[in-house]
């Protein structure tokens, strides 16, 4: 086995990577005369990425930079973790990825990890159509053949650089099931990275392996170092869970730039789309047969390139691949041209504050896409599908999966939305699938809106059309937290049928939607999503963002043990009252039985990972003259958001009147006396409740007071002491009677 020995990060690799076009070439480093030095460029969730864009460098000037290391050193692998096709922009998606995919041909890409979303097509497509153009090898050491021990694609590959034998092995994320149609991938099945990887690593030292990486489609949550060695997260289990075989680990999945070493051995990731790549020099003793150094740099695409003061590397965007893309780019330009129709104002994702290296909340940064808030545009697109569905058949409702919305339809510049700005929206042209599900299984799906846990988003939620209304109650426990759910104001029957539409990838279970995967009677309905924005489009002409949040959170103070009363104070916590991308605020009305409860302002602040955005809390008695089954309506007059949900008030209570005397009036101190009476319930019904007799503020005695009674009681009072003593009866009404206190009566003792 070979040995490793890490010096530690250092800026060597940044201030070597010249370029020969313009004459950054500078003095090698000295080593040993048997040191063989080997550069691995490494790049992660590209994306289709291929022009120059925002922080976007572009596939051409992505070339530059790796030709360049390439051209200092011979010696030069070009390895990616995965996502490189998939949630493309629309130059690369519209022609079918190919654009991708012969760039980085050019750019001299030599293997990658499978990422999630090179499934995203299915297996059959990322088998035939992607892995034969591409000439690179797709590696996924923990993706087989379901109940075989045969691995779909290559668990590793090898190349010979400088006398030294490299070897890689890939994974993907165990989420994969989730994060593409299930159907998509139905021969498949992914199983536990860390045995898969070690397996894989053994194998390739036992074959002659000099060095191990691993190139992982999964990452850490945050750039701290600490989040990459978690021990309850996926990514710090493989960390911490790969041997020694294993030399260096590049991954991805997470879209962060992070640089540890770990135990030492480098793990690194390089962000996202091309805006960072890293550059890790390796240098290995053949005389030894060990690894002296592994030092990787991060490099922002957006920095001068060393040895210049202005130039970056998307300044000068290699030409061969340039003139590649150039016929790609414009047969793009002239379909994504193409006017489609108009929106009123932006349908927009839902927004979360960013955080910082720890994962604390960053209010310096801009806010950032929160899968888990309710949308406009995810209600649209909902919209949208629903009115596709329901050209050729009935259809009762539809949903739509925050993942699925790769960015907004802006109206900025002119409310203009093109095709380009359509297929951006939804870039997997994926079928829409209808279902039969009852209305246990419609409650049950928007209850795994909630995450499994361990999941990388705790909640997602789910567009859905006009029409389907629902609250929900965060604090409830799993499986108990939809407390209403309506179609068109009627409340949806558990035990009725209900037509379902949604994407291929959501109906077939996706992103844990387990019960999607579930219903009956599926159907393909012949329309693809982005087809139906087409259509839509085509009949309606604009769209316009609806501002009624079709779902609220509602949560009731408990009441208490003999339920709700008229003037008990009642608390109602409220979320999910507004969208977090471009807020009306305003101010939230409760009510129960048409009587206000009270009203607050809508608290805007963003909040994280979540739907309860838009809160507030009102405090107040319970209106008096409301009893029995109520609703409590919960209104955003500025919106015309509204939610309703029953809340018991117990009936008023029957009044009473009680009427008694003491026995006998007068007496002596050597006799008993008692307080005889009744209980009249003004509906003559039959009171229940306690008496308690009083000689002033004491109580001389009690007695409990039931149906079979009739009203009627005799409370003990004993022997009193000479002199005149004044007796009142004071009823307790039990449940559904009032209280009544008798007249005062005075019982005379002689001797």
Do not use: C
């Not at 010249?18 to 080593?31: D, E, N, Y």
């Not at 970056?312 to 893309?325: E, G, H, K, N, S």
């Not at 279902?435 to 419609?442: F, H, I, K, N, R």
């Amino acid at each position: 086995m070979h040995r490793r020995t890490i010096r530690g990060l250092s800026t060597a690799a940044l201030a070597t990577a010249g370029f020969v076009a313009i004459g950054l070439l500078g003095p090698a480093p000295a080593f040993a005369e048997d040191d063989v030095t080997i550069n691995l460029v490494t790049v992660n969730d590209f994306h289709g990425r291929i022009k120059r864009d925002g922080a976007s460098t572009g596939a051409a000037a992505l070339a530059t930079a790796v030709n360049g290391i390439r051209a200092q050193n011979p010696n030069t692998i070009f390895a990616a973790a995965g996502d490189l096709i998939g949630a493309s922009t629309f130059e690369s998606f519209i022609l079918d990825e190919l654009p991708t995919i012969d760039a980085l041909n050019a750019a001299g890409l030599d293997v990658s990890a499978a990422g999630n979303h090179e499934f995203d097509r299915g297996w059959e497509t990322l088998r035939t159509d992607v892995q034969d153009r591409a000439n690179w090898e797709y590696i996924a050491a923990n993706v087989f053949y379901e109940g075989t021990d045969d691995t779909a694609l290559a668990e590793s590959w090898t190349t010979t650089v400088g006398g030294v034998q490299v070897g890689f092995v890939g994974a993907v994320t165990e989420e994969l099931p989730s994060l593409v149609s299930p159907a998509g991938i139905a021969e498949l099945e992914v199983r536990d990275i860390v045995d898969s990887v070690n397996a894989a690593a053994d194998r390739l030292e036992q074959g002659g392996a000099d060095i191990v990486v691993l190139l992982i489609h999964e990452g850490a949550a945050t750039t701290a170092e600490a989040s990459a060695t978690d021990p309850d997260s996926p990514f710090g289990q493989v960390v911490l869970g790969v041997d020694d075989s294993v030399d260096a680990i590049v991954s991805g999945h997470t879209h962060l730039a992070y640089n540890h070493v770990i135990n030492g051995r480098p793990v690194i990731s390089s962000g996202q789309y091309g805006e960072k790549f890293s550059n890790m020099e390796i240098v290995y003793d053949t005389d030894t047969d060990s690894i002296v150094s592994m030092d990787n740099e991060v490099i922002d695409a957006s920095t001068p390139i060393p040895g210049t003061s202005n130039f970056t590397y998307r300044d000068v965007p290699d030409q061969a691949v340039t003139d590649l893309l150039a016929p790609y780019l414009a047969e793009a330009d002239v379909r994504g041209a193409v006017p489609l129709g108009s929106v009123t104002a932006d349908l927009a994702r839902g927004l979360q504050p960013d955080v910082d290296a720890n994962g604390e909340v960053d209010p310096s940064k801009p806010a950032v896409e929160n899968r888990g808030a309710e949308s406009t545009l995810g209600n649209f697109v909902a919209d949208v599908q629903y009115w596709s569905a329901n050209q050729d058949a009935a259809v009762d409702i539809a949903f739509m999966n925050p993942g699925g919305l790769r960015t907004n339809i802006a109206y900025a510049p002119d409310g203009v939305v093109t095709y380009r700005e359509a297929a951006n929206v939804q870039p997997f042209a994926n079928s829409l699938f209808t279902q039969t599900l009852t209305g246990a299984q419609v409650k049950q799906v928007l209850e795994e809106q909630w995450q499994p846990a361990g999941s990388s988003r705790p909640f997602l939620k789910l567009g859905v059309n006009q029409g389907l209304t629902y609250t929900f109650d965060p604090t409830l426990p799993e499986g108990q937290r939809i407390t209403g759910i309506a179609l068109h104001g009627v409340p949806i029957d558990p035990a009725a049928t209900y037509r379902v539409v949604a994407n291929s990838f959501l109906a077939a279970g996706g992103d844990n939607f387990f019960t999607l995967g579930q219903g009956t009677d599926r159907r393909d309905s012949g329309k693809i999503d982005l087809q139906s924005m087409v259509d839509w489009f085509t009949e309606f002409q604009t769209g316009s963002p609806d501002p009624v949040q079709r779902s609220v959170g509602v949560h009731l103070s408990a009441p208490d043990a003999d339920g709700y009363d008229a003037g008990d104070s009642l608390t109602v916590d409220l979320s999910s009252l507004d969208f977090s991308a471009n807020p009306t605020g305003g101010e939230v009305v409760v009510s129960i039985g048409g009587k206000e409860l009270g009203r607050s302002a809508i608290d805007t602040s963003l909040v994280r990972l979540n739907d309860e955005f838009g809160r507030a809390s009102i405090t107040a008695p319970i209106p008096a003259g409301v009893y029995g089954v109520q609703q409590l309506t919960v209104s955003v007059p500025g919106t015309g958001s509204t939610a309703t949900l029953p809340i018991t008030i117990n009936a008023k209570p029957v009044a009473v009147t009680v009427v008694g005397l003491p026995s006998p009036i007068i007496t002596t101190s050597s006799k008993a006396v008692s307080y005889v009476g009744v209980v009249i319930a003004h509906d003559l019904s039959r009171p229940v409740g306690t008496v308690t007799v009083y000689e002033g503020s004491k109580a001389v005695g009690s007695v409990q007071v039931t149906a079979s009674s009739r009203g009627a009681f005799t409370v003990p009072v004993g022997k009193l002491s000479r002199g005149v003593h004044v007796l009142k009866a004071v009823f307790d009404g039990g449940p559904g009677y009032g209280d009544d206190t008798s007249f005062s009566a005075p019982v005379v003792v002689l001797k």
